[in-house]
């Protein structure tokens, strides 16, 4: 049974930084590929980065390139998420996603991260 949780959230000042935690447990986590989710308050699910399963490819959306880095230890079945020079505007609680074709997918309960001036 695939198990996701999510940590390393907080409440933190504009331009700040975070680190954001994933624990991956329940499916063969190296040979995924894996990426993290937000949701603002009031909105969608807006995507914000996806790693490859060895994590030799990463892709992150233009609202965090240059800001956010994502990674992974496949040895210790983790996912990251290096968030610097946060702005108000990811205030959001942050999720770790995974999925396949036949299972569907998978996200953990999220970390909610809030940015103030």
């Known amino acids: 049974q695939v198990h996701l949780v999510e940590s390393g959230g907080g409440s933190v000042q504009a331009g700040s930084s975070l680190r954001l935690s994933c624990a991956a447990s329940?499916?063969?986590?190296?040979?995924?590929?894996m990426k993290w989710v937000r949701q603002a308050p009031g909105k969608g699910v807006e995507y914000v980065s996806s790693?490859?399963?060895?994590?030799?490819?990463?892709v992150d959306s233009p609202s965090v390139k240059g800001r956010f880095a994502i990674s992974r230890d496949n040895a210790k079945n983790m996912l990251y998420l290096q968030m610097n020079s946060l702005k108000i505007e990811d205030t959001a609680v942050y999720y770790c996603e995974t999925s396949d074709p036949v299972s569907g997918t998978f996200r953990g309960q999220g970390t909610q991260v809030t940015v103030s001036s």
């Open positions: 329940g499916f063969a986590f190296s040979t995924y590929a």
């Open positions: 790693i490859s399963s060895s994590g030799g490819s990463t």
